[in-house]
């Protein structure tokens, strides 16, 4: 059976520059991208955010991308799924919330990742670090992610 995410993966290649706007939030430093990404930005301590587009193509709906990448990040990154959130981006952009933990020794991290799917792109949107970063940057992580804009 073809992996699905392998077929994600190579929709990312086809993909062209960024056509979404995502303010780097307070704290942060915007980073070059780099691939896959089209956006980095990173706090201090090491919390990161980043974005990336990725041409719709093959198609399907929202509930087939979030489980493609629920699937690949349980079976290969060794996340767990903690969470699935509905959210809405301030332009009105319906999308999913991914929220997976990972512990590396005895050290929790938390990684967030948000899918938003239009009909000629898929946004993905992720936010990783230890689980106090992230918990310490939530209203960032979630104001962020809520301005995101397609152009």
Known sequence: MLCLFTVFAAAALTACGP???YATPHGFVELEPRDPYDYRAVTADGLVLAAREIDHDPK????????VITNHLRQRGGYALLATKPIKTAEG???AQLRFGHDEGSRPYLYYVTVLVTDDTIYVLEAGGTKAQ?????ADIASATHNFRTD
Do not use: K, M, P, R
Not at 60 to 67: I, K, P, S
Not at 134 to 138: D, L, S, T
């Open 19 to 21: 056509s979404f706007s």
């Open 93 to 95: 952009l319906a999308g």
């Open 134 to 138: 992230v918990e310490a940057h939530a």
């Open 60 to 67: 399907g709906d929202l509930a087939f991308w979030t489980e």
